[in-house]
């Protein structure tokens, strides 16, 4: 393969598996507690939906379906009253404090309009109604959680500067007094003159995990968004700082910017232990802190990651593409010594995936490794021929593909895998590693049998 000196972007047909972003229902209910998601659809995304959420199906979750039916399709029945009857129903039920509606393919087809009918109902029934479209047309997989955060911002409270700042002088003033037994007064002042919101949905724990890391550089997290209740949003208005953990969140961010008037922290994400320190080093660098101990925080992550570092230096891999975290990924394993060939991605952002993209670059040229080429939509089919040709050692792929290829003698991880473990910050490096070298691992066990090569196809070949 050349080494190129700057990144190289291509875009493909859009040919490519991936899973319909109404997925996003899956891990949202379970952050949003009090949260009930209607996916208004037709019986393909219920068949989807309940498919690919295995056994969650049996646990009563939060979310269901309004399936469309013949009369919906022909105007022949009401979309406000059949949609007022299930919401009644979900009310009485289940008594949410939030639902939210996804729209789908269909409701885009036959213009359903759900952002006219929601306000209205949610007047009728005193519950509040957010319409987000997370439809297979527009979006893929991930980008879901992009639609029903942007969604959001638009009902969490207005900031408040004035009351904000009043609130502060009181905790000052009650500093002053308390100085002589507080120790830390001159931190708590630092750490209350910055407004930070976090927005991105993350497990509790690992929310609890990225708390600390901040507040060890004197940066205390004001909320998130999404938070654990819909009724503790945090509040966003202009003076407040935002900043994203994911990278398929570049909606959220823009309606963050341009409908609230944030501002919004530009930073990689944090994923991997150099991702984790480049993204808090901009935060600080944005509130004027200097960061301490971040360095060898790192170095000591670095150490614990040996053994699997061991297993992947020198593999190459190739990233199919299907949830948009291929980048941040494909950057945190070149960096463990890994060749990557192809970052296939469904969407790409070059704004605000602009600090990861230049992270990546100086991640390439820091281990002298081959800058990747990344595909925006790509082609499946295109990714099987160049994959027959440089015979990767790994492909990070969906569940269509993985079994044919591993037929065919390529080691593969399921991509989707990499969305719901716990990934980001320090403590979750291991965990990255620990998917990554799984088929690897598998292989050096089983190798000595003979068997990589199962497909008539690849023998003929
Ligand atoms: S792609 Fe469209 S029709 Fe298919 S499951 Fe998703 S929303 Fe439903």
């Known amino acids: 393969m050349k080494t190129l000196e700057t990144l190289t972007f291509e875009c493909e047909t859009g040919n490519y598996h991936t899973f319909c972003p109404i997925s996003c229902v899956a891990w949202l209910y379970q952050k949003i507690e009090d949260s009930f998601f209607l996916v208004v659809g037709t019986k393909t995304c219920g068949y989807f939906l309940q498919n690919a959420l295995g056994v969650t199906i049996f646990a009563e979750p939060r979310y269901a379906m309004a399936e469309s039916e013949e009369g919906d399709i022909s105007a022949q029945l009401n979309d406000q ?115 930070l919101v976090l927005f991105g949905s993350l497990p509790s724990t690992v929310a609890s995990q990225l708390n600390p890391e901040l507040e060890r550089q004197s940066i205390r997290v004001s909320g998130w968004l999404p938070s654990q209740r819909y009724t503790e949003l945090p509040p966003l208005g202009k003076g407040v700082y935002v900043c994203g953990i994911n990278p398929f969140l570049s909606r959220t961010a823009t309606t963050l910017m341009r409908r609230r008037k944030c501002q919004l922290i530009g930073a990689p994400f944090p994923i991997g232990p150099d991702g984790t320190r480049a ?90 490794t081959p800058m990747p080429r990344i595909v925006e939509k790509p082609d499946n ?18 569940m269509a593909h993985a079994n044919p290829l591993e037929a065919r003698g390529i080691d593969t991880k399921w991509s989707v895998e990499f969305t719901f473990a716990q990934i980001h910050g320090f403590t979750n490096a291991r965990d990255v590693l620990e998917l990554v070298t799984r088929p690897l691992r598998r292989n050096t066990d089983l190798g000595c049998l003979g068997w990589n090569n199962l497909s008539k196809q690849a023998i003929a070949i």
């Open 81 to 195: 009253e059949e949609l007022g009857r299930i919401c009644l129903q979900i009310k009485r039920d289940r008594n949410p404090s939030v639902i939210i509606w996804i729209g789908t393919c269909t409701t885009e087809i036959i213009k359903m309009d759900l952002e006219g009918i929601g306000p209205k109902l949610e007047k009728d029934l005193g519950i509040p109604i957010i319409v987000a479209r997370a439809n297979g047309l527009d979006y893929a997989f991930t980008q879901g959680e992009d639609t029903v955060l942007a969604a959001m911002t638009h009902r969490c409270p207005e900031y408040n500067v004035l009351k904000h700042k009043q609130e502060k002088d009181l905790v000052r003033g009650l500093g002053v007094n308390l100085a002589k037994t507080t120790v830390s007064y001159s931190n708590k002042q630092e750490s209350d003159d910055c407004i």
């Open 279 to 368: 993204w808090i080093e901009k935060i600080c660098s944005v509130f004027n802190r200097k960061p301490h101990g971040l360095e060898e925080r790192e170095n000591q992550i670095w150490i614990g990651l040996k053994d699997y570092i061991g297993i992947v230096t020198g593999r190459s891999i190739f990233f199919m593409g299907d949830n948009l975290l291929e980048i941040s990924i494909a950057r945190f394993l070149i960096r463990c010594g890994m060749i990557v060939y192809e970052i296939g991605i469904p969407y790409m952002d070059k704004r605000y995936q602009a600090a990861e993209l230049s992270l990546l670059r100086d991640t390439c040229i820091k281990m002298n």
């Open 381 to 398: 089919y295109n990714q099987m021929q160049r994959m027959h040709e440089l015979k990767p050692d790994l492909a990070i792929t969906g």
